[in-house]
């Protein structure tokens, strides 16, 4: 079985930081796909940032050139480096394992308001 624990949200202001973590306990990690994903109020689950075994990357439009993903097998952790945060990117931030399974973690709040 695989548990994901997210941390590092919070409170930031517009044009802020914050870095995101994601510790996995269970085996295999190295060979699962990772992923950041997003839910703000009264909206759908969507992709943020999604990152392979192999360290290839995907990221959203709308993150693009702001957010980084990034994952250290030795320490099996998954991080998203998120950068000059605008309000629109208030949403609970999850974290998916997958590989032949799928595994969420419970979430963090991140909010962006003056």
């Known amino acids: 079985h695989v548990h994901l624990v997210e941390s590092g949200g919070g409170l930031v202001q517009p044009g802020g930081s914050l870095r995101l973590s994601c510790a996995a306990s269970?085996?295999?990690?190295?060979?699962?796909?990772m992923g950041w994903y997003r839910q703000a109020p009264g909206k759908g689950r969507e992709s943020v940032a999604t990152?392979?075994?192999?360290?290839?990357?995907n990221y959203a439009d709308s993150v693009k050139g702001r957010f980084t993903i990034s994952r250290d097998n030795a320490k099996n952790t998954v991080y998203l480096q998120m950068n000059s945060l605008k309000p629109e990117d208030t949403a609970i931030y999850y974290c998916?394992?997958?590989?032949?399974?799928?595994?969420w973690g419970q979430g963090t709040q991140v909010t962006v308001s003056s």
């Open positions: 269970g085996s295999f990690f190295s060979a699962a796909a």
């Open positions: 998916k394992w997958s590989d032949y399974r799928t595994y």
């Open positions: 990152i392979t075994s192999g360290g290839s990357t």
